[in-house]
C-alpha cells in the first residue's frame, strides 16, 4: 500500500493499493523529486471519472507500468474536487498548450512544480495518432535526461506565461440592461430548437444559463427566454439523462438528443437542476416540473444523505453488471427480457413503450437490445394506475443491482447548493422534511466545517473536517445555502453566518479593484493565483459570491457588500454578451441586481395561518433574486429575544416593522424606495409576480406518474 493510505478523499483510496508509489500533493513529494532529481507526474481525476477508472486499470494497476514510474518520477495523486486550486492552475497550462482540456488530467512537472508536458487520457497501446502512456513516460524521461535545459526553459516559460495573465473584468460596476439583452441575443443564436439546450454534443444541463432565462423573463416579460427553458426542461426530463425511476439527473448527455447519458450524478448537477425546475414551475405552475424536482430532491436525500445528514459528492458511472464485470451504466438500463422478468408479458410491454425500450436497444455501449429509460412517446394516453405500479415495481427490482460506488465526501460549496435547492422545494411543495435535511446539512456545515475564526473547511468525511482549506465557490455557494435558509425558515442565525463567510470574501480573496480570486490571500502559493469568473459545471467562485454578496446586501442593508456585488459584476459586462453559456450564473445575479432585488418583511404572530400564507407568497414571486424576512414583531423590551420566529436573532428587515391594525402585514421595498406596507394578499401577489396558487400545497399530486404527454 502507497502513501494514499489513510487520507480522506474517497478518489485517492482508490488507488491507496496501486503498484505505483504515490504521494498526496504536499510540499514533500516535491521536496523528494528535488532529492531524487527526477520529474513529478502529477495525475488529476475525481471518483466518478470514467475515463479515470479506465487509466487507473490499464496503467496504474499494471506492474510494468508502475515499475517506470517508480524508477524515473515521484507521482503525485489529486483529487479535483478537493484541490480546485491545483487543479484550476494546471488544467489552464493544459488548455493553453492543447487546446483542450478533461480529466484525467496528466501533467509532467520540475521539483520546482514548474509545469513542462500535458495530456488527459493516455492509452496503454498507441491508438489514433495517441501514443501510449508507456511512450509519453519514456519522451519524457528522455528529455528530462538529455535535455534538461530545454525542459527548464519550457517550464519557466509555461510558468511566466501563467504568471502574466491578466483579467479583462470590465470597469468594475453594474452592467446595464443591454448586456442580458444581447447575451439573450446570443443564446438565442446558440439554441437548440429541436431538442433543447444549446449546442451539440455532448450536451450538458445548462442550469445557471435556464436560471438567467427565467429571472430574464421574469424582468422583462420575454416569452423566447421562457420558451427556452420550457422547451429544454421538458426535453431533458423526457430524456434519458434524467432517471426515470429513481429520479435526478446525470452529468452529461452524449448526444444532443439527450437519450444516452453519461451516468455519474453529481450533488452539484442535481441541487442547481432541482432549483431550475422548482422556479420554473414557479412561473408557469407546470406540475411535471414541480414533479421533478421534488424527485431530484428526494434523490438526493435518499442516495446522496450520509449517516451526519450533509450529502455525498457523486454516484459513479460504473457499477456491475449481469456478467459480474463493471460496466458504465449497467445500474440504469434494461433489455426487453428483463423488462419481462420482472412484469410480466403484459406490463412488460405497457413498460416497453411507456420508457422507450426497444429490441434493437437505445444504448449501444451497453450491447445488444440495451436501452436507456426515457419517456419519447408525442401523444397518447397511458394508464395512470398501472404506469405507476410498473415504475415502482422496476425501482424495486432495480434496488436489488448492485448499486454505484459512492463518492462520501462532503464539499462544501455543492452543500451549500443543496441546502438552498432543498429549502426552496420543500417551501414550495410543502415538504418539511426536505426543509428538514437542508437544515441538518447547515447543521453538519457550522459544525464540522467552519472553525472558530468562521474560516470553511473544503472537505469533510465521516464528520471529520478534511485538510485543505474551503476556496471561493465554497464561501460563496455556502452562504448562498445559509442566506435561503434564513429566507424559509425565519430564523436568522443563519444569516448571521452568511455574514460570517462573506466578511472573509471581503477580506481575504477580494482584489482593489473589485476582481475575485479562487483562493485566499493567505492560501498556500502555487505557481499561480487561480482566478476565473466563468461558469463551468456549477457557478464560479466569483459568480456565486456575488450573488451572495447582492442577497446579503439586501437583507442587511450593507453598503460595502452591495458595493462589492457590484464590482464583481463588471465581469458581466465583459463577458456576458460574448460567452453567455460560460458565465450564466452571473447573468442571473445581475438580473437580480437590476431588478433590486426586491426586499420582502412579513411581519405577524407566529400562530397566525395567514402570517404563513404571505410568507409563501413572498417565497414564491418570480421578482429575480428577492430576499424574504418573516417573523413576529420584535419586542424592544426583550433585547435579542423575539421577532424572528424563534432564532433568537432578529432578521434587519423586520426591525421598526409591525402589523397593521393587528394584522399580518408585507413590508416590500426596492431600490431604497418601499411601497405602503399591505395586508392584501393580491397586492403583495402583484408586487412580486406570484403566479402560482398561494393557498395550496402541493398544488396535485407531484410524485405521481406523469403520464400525459405535455
Given at each position: 500500500?502507497?502513501?494514499?493510505?489513510?487520507?480522506?478523499?474517497?478518489?485517492?483510496?482508490?488507488?491507496?493499493?496501486?503498484?505505483?508509489?504515490?504521494?498526496?500533493?504536499?510540499?514533500?513529494?516535491?521536496?523528494?523529486?528535488?532529492?531524487?532529481?527526477?520529474?513529478?507526474?502529477?495525475?488529476?481525476?475525481?471518483?466518478?471519472?470514467?475515463?479515470?477508472?479506465?487509466?487507473?486499470?490499464?496503467?496504474?494497476?499494471?506492474?510494468?507500468?508502475?515499475?517506470?514510474?517508480?524508477?524515473?518520477?515521484?507521482?503525485?495523486?489529486?483529487?479535483?474536487?478537493?484541490?480546485?486550486?491545483?487543479?484550476?492552475?494546471?488544467?489552464?497550462?493544459?488548455?493553453?498548450?492543447?487546446?483542450?482540456?478533461?480529466?484525467?488530467?496528466?501533467?509532467?512537472?520540475?521539483?520546482?512544480?514548474?509545469?513542462?508536458?500535458?495530456?488527459?487520457?493516455?492509452?496503454?497501446?498507441?491508438?489514433?495518432?495517441?501514443?501510449?502512456?508507456?511512450?509519453?513516460?519514456?519522451?519524457?524521461?528522455?528529455?528530462?535526461?538529455?535535455?534538461?535545459?530545454?525542459?527548464?526553459?519550457?517550464?519557466?516559460?509555461?510558468?511566466?506565461?501563467?504568471?502574466?495573465?491578466?483579467?479583462?473584468?470590465?470597469?468594475?460596476?453594474?452592467?446595464?440592461?443591454?448586456?442580458?439583452?444581447?447575451?439573450?441575443?446570443?443564446?438565442?443564436?446558440?439554441?437548440?430548437?429541436?431538442?433543447?439546450?444549446?449546442?451539440?454534443?455532448?450536451?450538458?444541463?445548462?442550469?445557471?444559463?435556464?436560471?438567467?432565462?427565467?429571472?430574464?423573463?421574469?424582468?422583462?416579460?420575454?416569452?423566447?427566454?421562457?420558451?427556452?427553458?420550457?422547451?429544454?426542461?421538458?426535453?431533458?426530463?423526457?430524456?434519458?439523462?434524467?432517471?426515470?425511476?429513481?429520479?435526478?439527473?446525470?452529468?452529461?448527455?452524449?448526444?444532443?438528443?439527450?437519450?444516452?447519458?453519461?451516468?455519474?450524478?453529481?450533488?452539484?448537477?442535481?441541487?442547481?437542476?432541482?432549483?431550475?425546475?422548482?422556479?420554473?414551475?414557479?412561473?408557469?405552475?407546470?406540475?411535471?416540473?414541480?414533479?421533478?424536482?421534488?424527485?431530484?430532491a428526494e434523490f438526493m436525500v435518499r442516495e446522496l444523505r450520509t449517516e451526519q445528514g450533509a450529502f455525498a459528492s457523486a454516484l459513479d458511472a460504473d457499477s456491475i453488471g449481469p456478467d459480474g464485470r463493471s460496466h458504465e451504466g449497467a445500474y440504469y438500463v434494461w433489455t426487453r427480457e428483463q423488462l419481462r422478468e420482472v412484469l410480466g408479458e403484459r406490463d412488460a410491454e405497457l413498460a416497453a413503450a411507456h420508457y422507450g425500450v426497444s429490441e434493437e436497444g437505445t444504448f449501444p455501449e451497453g450491447g445488444a437490445g440495451v436501452s436507456v429509460l426515457q419517456l419519447p412517446q408525442e401523444e397518447g394516453v397511458f394508464d395512470a394506475e398501472r404506469v405507476a405500479s410498473v415504475r415502482e415495481r422496476l425501482f424495486?427490482?432495480?434496488?436489488?443491482?448492485?448499486?454505484?460506488?459512492?463518492?462520501?465526501?462532503?464539499?462544501?460549496?455543492?452543500?451549500?447548493?443543496?441546502?438552498?435547492?432543498?429549502?426552496?422545494?420543500?417551501?414550495?411543495?410543502?415538504?418539511?422534511?426536505?426543509?428538514?435535511?437542508?437544515?441538518?446539512?447547515?447543521?453538519?456545515?457550522?459544525?464540522?466545517?467552519?472553525?472558530?475564526?468562521?474560516?470553511?473547511?473544503?472537505?469533510?468525511?465521516?464528520?471529520?473536517?478534511?485538510?485543505?482549506?474551503?476556496?471561493?465557490?465554497?464561501?460563496?455557494?455556502?452562504?448562498?445555502?445559509?442566506?435561503?435558509?434564513?429566507?424559509?425558515?425565519?430564523?436568522?442565525?443563519?444569516?448571521?453566518?452568511?455574514?460570517?463567510?462573506?466578511?472573509?470574501?471581503?477580506?481575504?480573496?477580494?482584489?482593489?479593484?473589485?476582481?475575485?480570486?479562487?483562493?485566499?490571500?493567505?492560501?498556500?502559493?502555487?505557481?499561480?493565483?487561480?482566478?476565473?469568473?466563468?461558469?463551468?459545471?456549477?457557478?464560479?467562485?466569483?459568480?456565486?459570491?456575488?450573488?451572495?454578496?447582492?442577497?446579503?446586501?439586501?437583507?442587511?442593508?450593507?453598503?460595502?457588500?452591495?458595493?462589492?456585488?457590484?464590482?464583481?459584476?463588471?465581469?458581466?459586462?465583459?463577458?456576458?454578451?460574448?460567452?453567455?453559456?460560460?458565465?450564466?450564473?452571473?447573468?442571473?445575479?445581475?438580473?437580480?441586481?437590476?431588478?433590486?432585488?426586491?426586499?420582502?418583511?412579513?411581519?405577524?404572530?407566529?400562530?397566525?395561518?395567514?402570517?404563513?400564507?404571505?410568507?409563501?407568497?413572498?417565497?414564491?414571486?418570480?421578482?429575480?433574486?428577492?430576499?424574504?424576512?418573516?417573523?413576529?414583531?420584535?419586542?424592544?423590551?426583550?433585547?435579542?429575544?423575539?421577532?424572528?420566529?424563534?432564532?433568537?436573532?432578529?432578521?434587519?428587515?423586520?426591525?421598526?416593522?409591525?402589523?397593521?391594525?393587528?394584522?399580518?402585514?408585507?413590508?416590500?421595498?426596492?431600490?431604497?424606495?418601499?411601497?405602503?406596507?399591505?395586508?392584501?394578499?393580491?397586492?403583495?401577489?402583484?408586487?412580486?409576480?406570484?403566479?402560482?396558487?398561494?393557498?395550496?400545497?402541493?398544488?396535485?399530486?407531484?410524485?405521481?406518474?406523469?403520464?400525459?404527454?405535455?
Open positions: 500500500m502507497n502513501r494514499l493510505a489513510g487520507v480522506t478523499s474517497p478518489y485517492l483510496l482508490q488507488h491507496a493499493d496501486n503498484p505505483v508509489d504515490w504521494w498526496p500533493w504536499g510540499p514533500e513529494a516535491f521536496e523528494e523529486a528535488r532529492r531524487r532529481d527526477v520529474p513529478v507526474l502529477l495525475s488529476v481525476g475525481y471518483s466518478a471519472c470514467h475515463w479515470c477508472h479506465v487509466m487507473a486499470h490499464e496503467s496504474f494497476e499494471d506492474e510494468a507500468t508502475a515499475a517506470v514510474l517508480n524508477e524515473h518520477f515521484v507521482s503525485v495523486k489529486v483529487d479535483r474536487e478537493e484541490r480546485p486550486d491545483v487543479d484550476a492552475v494546471y488544467m489552464e497550462a493544459v488548455q493553453a498548450a492543447t487546446g483542450q482540456g478533461g480529466w484525467p488530467m496528466t501533467v509532467f512537472l520540475t521539483p520546482d512544480a514548474e509545469p513542462f508536458y500535458f495530456g488527459t487520457y493516455f492509452p496503454p497501446e498507441p491508438r489514433h495518432g495517441t501514443p501510449s502512456f508507456r511512450q509519453v513516460l519514456a519522451g519524457v524521461e528522455q528529455a528530462w535526461r538529455e535535455r534538461r535545459g530545454e525542459v527548464g526553459e519550457v517550464a519557466a516559460r509555461i510558468t511566466r506565461d501563467l504568471g502574466e495573465r491578466r483579467l479583462g473584468h470590465g470597469a468594475g460596476v453594474l452592467p446595464g440592461e443591454e448586456v442580458p439583452a444581447r447575451a439573450l441575443l446570443e443564446l438565442t443564436r446558440e439554441y437548440d430548437a429541436r431538442h433543447g439546450g444549446f449546442g451539440g454534443a455532448p450536451k450538458f444541463p445548462p442550469s445557471m444559463v435556464l436560471e438567467f432565462l427565467l429571472r430574464h423573463h421574469a424582468r422583462t416579460g420575454s416569452e423566447g427566454a421562457l420558451q427556452m427553458v420550457v422547451d429544454t426542461c421538458e426535453r431533458m426530463a423526457r430524456g434519458g439523462i434524467y432517471d426515470q425511476l429513481g429520479g435526478g439527473f446525470a452529468r452529461y448527455a452524449v448526444d444532443r438528443e439527450w437519450v444516452v447519458p453519461h451516468f455519474e450524478k453529481m450533488l452539484y448537477d442535481n441541487a442547481l437542476m432541482c432549483r431550475v425546475y422548482a422556479h420554473l414551475w414557479r412561473v408557469n405552475g407546470s406540475q411535471s416540473a414541480l414533479r421533478v424536482a421534488v424527485e431530484t424495486a427490482a432495480r434496488a436489488g443491482r448492485p448499486a454505484p460506488e459512492r463518492d462520501d465526501k462532503v464539499v462544501a460549496a455543492w452543500n451549500g447548493l443543496a441546502i438552498a435547492a432543498l429549502a426552496e422545494v420543500g417551501a414550495y411543495a410543502d415538504r418539511p422534511d426536505l426543509v428538514e435535511a437542508a437544515v441538518c446539512a447547515a447543521d453538519l456545515l457550522v459544525r464540522v466545517h467552519l472553525d472558530g475564526a468562521a474560516r470553511l473547511s473544503r472537505t469533510s468525511r465521516d464528520g471529520h473536517a478534511g485538510a485543505n482549506a474551503g476556496v471561493l465557490e465554497d464561501y460563496g455557494d455556502v452562504a448562498e445555502g445559509f442566506l435561503t435558509l434564513a429566507s424559509v425558515t425565519g430564523e436568522g442565525v443563519w444569516l448571521d453566518f452568511a455574514g460570517l463567510l462573506l466578511d472573509h470574501v471581503l477580506v481575504r480573496f477580494t482584489d482593489g479593484d473589485g476582481s475575485l480570486y479562487d483562493t485566499a490571500s493567505d492560501a498556500e502559493r502555487l505557481i499561480r493565483r487561480p482566478q476565473d469568473p466563468t461558469d463551468n459545471a456549477a457557478p464560479s467562485g466569483w459568480t456565486a459570491a456575488a450573488g451572495a454578496l447582492l442577497s446579503y446586501a439586501a437583507q442587511t442593508g450593507s453598503a460595502p457588500h452591495r458595493e462589492a456585488a457590484e464590482r464583481a459584476l463588471g465581469v458581466v459586462a465583459a463577458l456576458g454578451a460574448r460567452v453567455p453559456r460560460f458565465i450564466g450564473w452571473g447573468l442571473a445575479v445581475t438580473e437580480a441586481a437590476l431588478d433590486g432585488p426586491r426586499e420582502v418583511a412579513v411581519v405577524g404572530a407566529d400562530d397566525d395561518p395567514v402570517r404563513r400564507t404571505f410568507h409563501r407568497a413572498a417565497l414564491l414571486g418570480t421578482a429575480p433574486g428577492a430576499v424574504v424576512a418573516v417573523g413576529a414583531p420584535a419586542r424592544r423590551d426583550a433585547g435579542a429575544e423575539g421577532g424572528d420566529g424563534g432564532s433568537g436573532v432578529e432578521l434587519p428587515l423586520l426591525a421598526d416593522r409591525s402589523p397593521q391594525g393587528g394584522r399580518t402585514t408585507a413590508y416590500v421595498c426596492r431600490n431604497f424606495t418601499c411601497d405602503a406596507p399591505t395586508t392584501d394578499l393580491e397586492r403583495l401577489r402583484t408586487a412580486l409576480g406570484v403566479r402560482v396558487d398561494v393557498d395550496g400545497g402541493r398544488g396535485g399530486d407531484v410524485n405521481g406518474a406523469d403520464i400525459k404527454p405535455t
